[in-house]
Nanobody, 125 residues
């Protein structure tokens, strides 16, 4: 499956952005999806994950209550709504998919085999 993330940009602290990730998969609902981010000089870190149906979600503690992951399987798209953004949220954000047949929500980047190209999010103070 090919993934393309977009929607990043520059926003002031306290603001909001919505990221989108479009997938080329024919059976998109078969893929568990995740968002990760990587700040300069830091390792890639988990942000959020969502089950194929969209009924289950999982968040990193650092974004719980501020970010919401969702998906529209008719549009082959997964979203990341980011509210109350902080300068610490500045990073390149990546969407990723687990292989078909894997249903557990994972925070490990190693469990995701397909990655989008990333979209830059910059939060100014």
């Amino acid at each position: 499956v090919q993934l393309q993330a977009f929607g990043g940009g520059l926003v002031q602290a306290g603001g909001s952005l919505r990221l989108s990730c479009a997938a080329s998969a024919r059976t998109f609902s078969s893929y568990l999806m995740g968002w990760f981010r990587q700040a300069p000089g830091k390792e890639r870190e988990f942000v959020a994950a969502i089950s194929g149906s969209g009924g289950s979600t999982y968040y990193a503690d650092s974004v719980e209550g501020r970010f919401t992951i969702s998906r529209d399987n008719q549009k082959n798209t997964v979203y990341l709504q980011m509210n109350s953004l902080e300068p610490e949220d500045t990073a390149i954000y990546y969407c990723a998919s687990r292989p078909r047949g894997y249903y557990s929500l994972s925070y490990s980047a190693n469990d995701y085999t397909n990655w989008g190209q990333g979209t830059q999010v910059t939060v100014s103070s």
